[in-house]
């Protein structure tokens, strides 16, 4: 006869005692396993909401960005970069820039690492009277934008036009009635007509693109000149035209630079606000599942020391019922001369098994609790997910240590009983 | 000169009462037991006969005076060597059997093996004692499927099995018909004539009468008859 056939004999014997010490274990364990796959389960819930909101926020702001470009390609160019010392008030009321600089600060341009231009229009602009015509016109040279080194090479918003050739705004061809291939003759000069505009309802109705080099020779100006159109792009802040002065004057220092387009600063704003939204967005979703969080958490922290202590209570007051109910036996155990550790052994061993099983059966009806209710109170996550093997192997250690912790009191009373005692009264 | 196998001197046990002033239920008793004794104590309840035995049991500390089985002082030693102790030289069988209740017979006998160091030969020897005692064809049945002469017969192999010497019997025939005592005494008899010592505590006349020394216990005292 051996300890452990003593145990597993009294183990069969008092079967419901045995079983109700398990149930009380398990019912610690499922509690425990239970309470944290319900936190794991926020935490894995919030993390995925945080992330597919910042998806979402990415993809709107991307979608942003590119309705932006193209609102802003549709109204053409909006930065305009004058020479140095040029009177913007000037600018405004003539229509352009009576200073000139030379033709390869566009090259300095596009061979920095400027990011907030795009687009480099050198452009050669005058009003002048047309005198073969005898009209005022905006004569505009233009050579084809310049792509900057640092990027691939984009669309351009105007197509270059080739020497000899001219383009026509509304009315500078309606009225004549030019078109398309016809000759005419601009200061002395024989040009073809390369494309006549329909009327746009701005000063482009009375301008005439021609070549940079045909427009430069025409004005004297070879080498010159006096403005460059460019294309705000990747602004950060809502004050762009500061972002885009600062990166251009540390290129191009004392030219002046405007931007015009309303609608191009609308969007912007629109942008940035719809950014400021979704990140404000973000915030609320974090701030939400973090006050969920906290109210399981305090959930878990009421319930989890109640059942813990309700299942130790439960296994303290089974095996003193289970030593009274054995206190002749225990006599005569001692009687026989079986020693008290030996007894306490027995109690303990006992109390370990209910643990083990009672570890395992708690741990079978949590993994059983979450695949029923997965979807209702785990949000459908995957039970591998929700519990971790190395919390279950640790649940499985501790759940007999709890148990043989519970019965360790009554079990040490037990064995230390004094055999003349229970003998005498029996 | 024989060793005694118990042997008492000056004995004296008081039980603590609740007036504070102790209470005395042995007073100066001295019992020795050689091998081949077989001693029967009667007297009324309350005289003290349990307490003597317990006490002789080395179960239960005298007061004063002393207690030696086979020449040792159980008393001297801790408690761990005491239950050793009683496990290999005492033997004890009781009015109500005590037996473990989901042990079947074997394993009832086999409990000696958890108290006393491994004895190889105590499965042998308890088959041997439980045929002798018409108990062969109950090996696996628990003492709820036995009657009572059965159980007490089981309690008696459960007490001898182990090799003790002594045998402190706490009426071991009250709960017996005359058949099933007549076995238990002829055993216990047989036990004392082959060497061992029994002290057996009765009130039955029938039972006495088969011990070979009768003693009478009066006011925790000793008296031959």
Known sequence: ?426 | MTENILQISSLEKHYPARSGKDVPVLRELDLSLSPGDFVALRGPSGCGKTTLLLCAGALLRPTAGSVLIDASNPYALSAAARSAFRAAHVGFVFQNFHLVPYLSVLDNIMLCGLAAAPQPTLPTRAIDMLDKLGLSHRLHHRPAELSTGEQQRVALVRALAGGANLILADEPTGNLDAANSRILLDTLANFASEGGAVLMVTHEPSASDRAFTRLDMRDGCLHSC
């Open chain 1, 1 to 426: 006869m051996t300890v452990c056939q003593l145990v597993t004999r009294e183990l069969a014997y008092r079967k419901w005692n045995f079983l109700l010490a398990i149930l009380a274990v398990a019912m610690a364990a499922t509690t425990y396993l239970l309470t944290s796959a319900l936190l794991k389960s926020t935490d894995l819930t919030t993390a995925a909401l945080v992330s597919r909101k910042v998806l979402d926020t990415e993809r709107a702001m991307l979608r942003l960005e590119d309705e932006m470009r193209k609102s802003m390609k549709g109204l053409g160019f909006n930065i305009y970069i004058f020479p140095e010392n040029q009177d913007l008030g000037e600018v405004y009321d003539k229509g352009f820039a009576s200073k000139t600089m030379p033709e390869t600060y566009v090259e300095k341009l596009a061979n920095s690492s400027i990011i907030t231009v795009n687009h480099l229009l050198p452009a050669l602009t005058q009003k002048l009277t047309w005198p073969e015509q005898k009209r005022s016109i905006i004569l505009i040279g233009i050579r084809g934008e310049v792509p900057l080194a640092h990027r691939n090479p984009l669309e351009p918003l105007i197509d270059p036009v080739a020497s000899g050739q001219i383009v026509l705004g509304c009315e500078l061809h309606q009225g004549p009635g030019f078109k398309p291939g016809d000759k005419l003759s601009l200061m002395g000069r024989e040009f073809t007509i390369a494309k006549c505009h329909p009327e746009r309802g701005s000063k482009d109705d009375i301008t005439a693109w021609v070549n940079l080099s045909d427009a430069q020779q025409l004005l004297g100006k070879q080498g010159l000149i006096n403005e460059i159109q460019a294309l705000e792009c990747n602004c950060v802040t809502i004050d762009r035209l500061a972002e885009v002065r600062k990166d251009l004057l540390a290129i191009l220092p004392g030219t002046r630079v405007i931007e015009i387009g309303s609608q191009a600063l609308a969007r912007a704003e629109a942008r940035l606000h719809a950014g400021a939204t979704a990140t404000q967005e973000l915030a609320s979703v974090k701030a939400q599942r973090s006050e969920l969080r906290v109210q399981r958490e305090t959930l878990a922290a009421l319930l989890l020391p109640l059942i813990a202590l309700m299942g130790l209570l439960a296994v303290i007051v089974l095996t003193l019922l289970n030593v009274r109910e054995r206190l002749a036996e225990i006599g005569v155990f001692l009687a026989l001369g079986i020693h008290s550790t030996t007894l306490l052994a027995v109690f303990l061993i006992k109390a370990v098994v209910s643990g083990v099983l009672g570890g395992v059966l708690g741990a079978a009806l949590a993994l059983l609790g979450i695949a029923v209710c997965r979807e209702r109170l785990f949000d459908g996550h995957a039970i591998a997910a929700l519990l971790d093997p190395s919390e279950l192997a640790w649940l499985l250690v501790s759940m007999p240590v709890f148990a043989a912790s519970a019965a360790w009191v009554p079990s040490f009373w037990a064995s230390r009983r004094d055999p003349a005692e229970v003998l005498r009264h029996d």
